[in-house]
């Protein structure tokens, strides 16, 4: 059996299969969101961002307005763009079944802080954040080695196929989407899953199911942990076109009422 055959079935059981890119890319973008942080607090205060070291001292200190500037614009990095449209990026996204790419959400780009929650999701799934087709992966790529240290991801194999497959008994879904979960999304803890934290060298990718269950993990290490995220939806699935279509039906009747 070829790696293909070997990632594709590890998804379809499992709910996720992890994948390999060069990592230089990888340290290379991570490299440039350290300068990116370098150059605002050099305009900012005169100080350079070298390093780990220094960004969490910016953002222990009483300036970290400056940290908050730099954290706002990170998501218009080109490099990050230039990484979410690698060859083997949309490969991968084949493997997992989707025919058609295509980013219903930005990318996403997290950068967590030793011993700070503000960024952290508890239990959930990744679909009620970006509606679209319910075939669609979530491309996870951190910037260095994770651990549970560091706080990988944590996710449930095999919850993204039914309840079958759950400790407890009577848990429910609608359209695979797990019940319960209040406005927030996430998900109640009376379904007493059992975690696995994801150890990743830097270059592996991790490709996961939207429906996938999974949470943060908690940076406990002495380093920022930087990662990115795309979520990729399949544009030939009926039920995205036929949301699409309604969105914009509804939006051009709204319109009309508005003459």
């Given at each position: 059996m070829?790696?293909k055959?070997i ?10 299969f992890?994948g390999k890119i ?13 300068s990116?942080?370098?150059a605002i607090?050099k ?5 350079k961002?070298?390093n780990?070291?220094?960004l ?11 940290w908050?500037a730099?954290?706002a ?7 990050l763009?230039?990484l979410?449209l690698?060859?083997e ?10 025919k ?12 967590d802080?030793p ?9 959930h ?5 970006s509606?679209?087709s ?6 996870w790529?951190p910037?260095?080695?994770v651990s ?17 497959l ?5 848990v ?5 989407v ?7 999304n996430?998900i ?8 696995k ?14 429906f ?5 993990g908690y940076n406990?290490?002495?380093f920022v942990?930087?990662?990115v995220g ?8 009926g ?12 939006l ?5 009422k508005?003459?």
């Amino acid at each position: 059996m070829n790696l293909k055959k070997i990632l594709k079935k590890q998804f379809v059981e499992k709910g996720y299969f992890i994948g390999k890119i060069n990592p230089k890319l990888v340290k290379k973008l991570r490299k440039e969101s350290l300068s990116l942080f370098d150059a605002i607090s050099k305009k900012s205060l005169g100080k350079k961002i070298k390093n780990d070291s220094d960004l969490i001292k910016l953002y222990n200190s009483k300036n970290k307005f400056v940290w908050d500037a730099a954290y706002a614009v990170r998501l218009l990095d080109p490099y990050l763009y230039k990484l979410a449209l690698r060859k083997e990026i949309f490969e991968f996204v084949k493997i997992a079944g989707i025919k058609k790419p295509y980013f219903k959400t930005p990318p996403v780009s997290r950068i967590d802080m030793p011993y700070d929650t503000k960024f952290t999701y508890d239990t959930h799934q990744d679909f009620p954040y970006s509606y679209g087709s319910k075939k669609a992966v979530v491309v996870w790529i951190p910037l260095q080695d994770v651990s549970k240290e560091n706080g990988t991801l944590k996710v449930v194999e095999k919850s993204h196929i039914g309840k079958r497959l759950f400790k407890t008994k009577n848990v429910t879904r609608k359209n695979n989407v797990l019940k319960n979960a209040p406005k927030d999304n996430v998900i109640s803890d009376k379904y007493n899953f059992t975690f696995k934290d994801l150890t990743l060298k830097t270059g592996e990718v991790l490709v996961f199911d939207q429906f996938l269950v999974h949470k943060s993990g908690y940076n406990s290490s002495n380093f920022v942990r930087f990662s990115v995220g795309f979520r990729i939806h399949d544009l030939f699935e009926g039920d995205f076109a036929s949301q699409l279509i309604k969105e914009k039906f509804n939006l051009q009747k709204l319109k009309n009422k508005r003459k």
